[in-house]
C-alpha cells in the first residue's frame, strides 16, 4: 500500500526514536509517530512520506500504553524541552539505557555479549521534576503583540508563553514576570529573530542548588538597556518563595523539595551583549549591573561527606542537574581507581569540577578547556578549594594534548574526557592512544559520538571495563554515560 501526506493510519508503536517519537509499523512501512508513547495503538495523520520510512503525528489515542502518564505540563505538546514526559519515568530510563547498548552495538561495532558483560544499571533520579539549574528563556511576543516569556516550539523559533517550566526552580516564574514587568513599564522592546530589530533576545537564569545563589543575566541586542537601575530594584527588591518559605519550614509546614528552596536569593544581576544574527545565545560581553560576577555553588560526591567549592561565571558550563551530577562524579572518580600518586588529564574541563575531585586523589592533575572564563573559574576554584596539584590549560583538547605530549613528554596514567554532543576530536583521540594512559575515563551527553570515538579508543590498544547510564536529563531524550576504558597489556 502507498502512503501519502495527511492520510490517517492506524499503528501499533512498538519503539522509542532517538528523539523520543514513538516508532510503528503500518504494513511495513515504518513511521515515525510524535507524541505516541511505546505500547499505544493510535490513529496517526502522516506528516511527510520517503520512499521507506514516514513522519506522522498522532490524531488520537485508541488504546493507550501502559507506560502512559498524565504529563504534568500543559504544554509539553508544543514545547521542544521536553520530548517524553508522556512516558512514565521508569520506562523512560529503560529507553535510554537501550540507546546506549544500541549505539555501542551499532555505531561502535561492538558485540552483544562485550556490551552485556560491562554494562550496569542507569541511574535514575529520586525525583525527576525541578532539578535544572539552568535555564535560558527566549523573550518575545505573542500573536497580540503582548511581551512574553517561554520556551521555543518543537523545531522552530515560536515561542510559547511559559514562565513555570516543571524542570526548573519554581522561582524562575516569579523572576521572569518581574522582568517582563520591567520591561513594559519602561518600554522596553523585546528581539525580533525576523527582522534582527529589538533589544531583550533572552533571559539566563541559574541557580546554585546547595547555596541559594541565583545569578540573572539578560542577553541583549544592544549596548545598554534602558534605565537599568529600574531593572536593578526590581530584581534585588524580588521576595523570592524561598524567602518565604523560612517562615513556612519553622512551622513544619514546608516539603522536602520545598526545603531546598529555603533562602534563594539573586546575587548577580547581569548583561550579555549579543548583536550578532545567530542561534547562539550568549554574547562574549558580559557587564554585570548589580552584585557578583559570579555565583557559587559547591557539589559533594556519594558516599563522602567532603565538598568542593565552585565558583559559576555566566560564560562558564556548569553541570544542570547537580543531584545526578555528584552520582556522575562518583562513577567517574571510581573508574579513574586513583591510588594518590596518579597524573591525571581532565580534557573539556569547564569550571574544573571533575579535575578538582580527581585532584584530592591524585598526584597532578591538568585540565584542558577551550572557554577562557572557564579556565579562569576552574584557577579560582583550585585556590579557593585549597587544591595546589592542579594546573589549568587553555584551549582545544585537540590542540593543547598534543602540545603537552610532545612538548612537554606529558604521560599520563588517566585520562578524563567529557566533551560536548559533537564528541572528541580525531587528533585528540590520536593523541590519547598515542600517550598510552592505563585507563581512560569518557563521560558522554550523546551515545551515538561516545561510539564512535570508543571504536577509534579501542581499535587503539583500548577495551571497555565498565559503561553505565546516569539520568542527567528527565523527561528529554537526552542521555548521559560515563564508560571506564582500560590499557590492554599484550
Ligand atoms: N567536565 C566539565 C565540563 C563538561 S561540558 C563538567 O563536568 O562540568 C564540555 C566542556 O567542553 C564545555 O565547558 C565546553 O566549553 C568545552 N569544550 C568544547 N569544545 C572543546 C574543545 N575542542 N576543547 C576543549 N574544551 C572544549
Redo the contacts with the bound molecule.
Keep these: 500500500m502507498e502512503y501519502k501526506k495527511n492520510d490517517v493510519v492506524t499503528v501499533n508503536i512498538e519503539d522509542i526514536g532517538n528523539n523520543g517519537e514513538g516508532i510503528g509499523r503500518a504494513d511495513g512501512y515504518t513511521l515515525f509517530v510524535k507524541d505516541a508513547v511505546i505500547g499505544d495503538t493510535v490513529e496517526a495523520r502522516i506528516t511527510k512520506c520517503k520512499k521507506n520510512y514516514g513522519y506522522a503525528r498522532v490524531e488520537k489515542v485508541v488504546t493507550p500504553s501502559p507506560f502512559r502518564v498524565t504529563p504534568k505540563c500543559i504544554f509539553h505538546r508544543q514545547c521542544g524541552g521536553c520530548q517524553i514526559q508522556a512516558v512514565q519515568y521508569e520506562r523512560q530510563l529503560i529507553y535510554k539505557q537501550d540507546k546506549v547498548r544500541e549505539n555501542l552495538l551499532r555505531i561502535g561495532g561492538f558485540t552483544p555479549e562485550q556490551i552485556d558483560a560491562v554494562m550496569e544499571p542507569i541511574v535514575g533520579m529520586e525525583e525527576p521534576w525541578h532539578y535544572r539549574n539552568k535555564a535560558q528563556f527566549p523573550i518575545g511576543y505573542d500573536r497580540d503583540g503582548n511581551l512574553i516569556a517561554g520556551f521555543y516550539a518543537g523545531r522552530t523559533h515560536d515561542i510559547i508563553a511559559n514562565t513555570d517550566c516543571m524542570l526548573g526552580p519554581s522561582e524562575n516564574r516569579d523572576i521572569l514576570e518581574a522582568v517582563l514587568s520591567y520591561m513594559r513599564e519602561n518600554g522596553v522592546s523585546a528581539y525580533r529573530e525576523a527582522t534582527g530589530e529589538g533589544l531583550v533576545r533572552h533571559v539566563l537564569i541559574r541557580t546554585g542548588f546547595s547555596s541559594g545563589e541565583i545569578m540573572v543575566c539578560l542577553v541583549i541586542n544592544g549596548k545598554r538597556l534602558p534605565a537599568e537601575e529600574r531593572l536593578v530594584e526590581k530584581l534585588s527588591g524580588l521576595r523570592l518563595v524561598g524567602g518565604d518559605l523560612g517562615e513556612a519550614l519553622s512551622n513544619g509546614a514546608a516539603s522536602t523539595a520545598e526545603k531546598e528552596d529555603a533562602g534563594k536569593r539573586i546575587v548577580s544581576i547581569a548583561v550579555s551583549v549579543n548583536r550578532e544574527k545567530t542561534n547562539v545565545i550568549m554574547g562574549n560581553e558580559i557587564r554585570t549591573l548589580w552584585g557578583r560576577d559570579r555565583i557559587e555553588d559547591s557539589l559533594g560526591v556519594l558516599g563522602s561527606t567532603e565538598r568542593i567549592t565552585f565558583s559559576v561565571s555566566p560564560l562558564?558550563?556548569?553541570?544542570v542537574n547537580p543531584g545526578q551530577?555528584e552520582k556522575l562524579y562518583h562513577l567517574a572518580l571510581e573508574y579513574a581507581e586513583l591510588t594518590g600518586k596518579e597524573t591525571v588529564c581532565?580534557?573539556?574541563?569547564?569550571?574544573g569540577?571533575?579535575s578538582l575531585f580527581m585532584a584530592k586523589r591524585a598526584g597532578k592533575v591538568y585540565g584542558?578547556?577551550?572557554?577562557p572564563q572557564?579556565i579562569e573559574d576552574a584557577g579560582e576554584n583550585a585556590r579557593r578549594n585549597q587544591i595546589t596539584n592542579a594546573e589549568f590549560y587553555v584551549?582545544?583538547?585537540?590542540e593543547v594534548l598534543p602540545k603537552l605530549y610532545e612538548r612537554e613528554g606529558l604521560r599520563p596514567d588517566v585520562i578524563v574526557v567529557?566533551?560536548?554532543r559533537k564528541g572528541c576530536?580525531e587528533k585528540c583521540l590520536d593523541t590519547m592512544i598515542a600517550m598510552q594512559p592505563e585507563r581512560i575515563v569518557y563521560?558522554s551527553c550523546d551515545p551515538a559520538t561516545l561510539a564512535r570515538d570508543l571504536k577509534i579508543l579501542c581499535q587503539g590498544g583500548y577495551e571497555i571495563r565498565r559503561v553505565r547510564a546516569v539520568d542527567q536529563f528527565g523527561h528529554t531524550c537526552h542521555t548521559e554515560c560515563v564508560v571506564g576504558i582500560q590499557r590492554k597489556h599484550i
Aim: proline share 7%; glycine share 8%; with cysteine.
Design positions: 562558564s558550563f556548569y553541570q551530577t581532565d580534557l573539556y574541563c569547564g569550571i569540577t571533575i584542558v578547556e577551550v572557554v572557564a584551549g582545544k583538547a585537540e567529557d566533551p560536548p576530536d563521560v
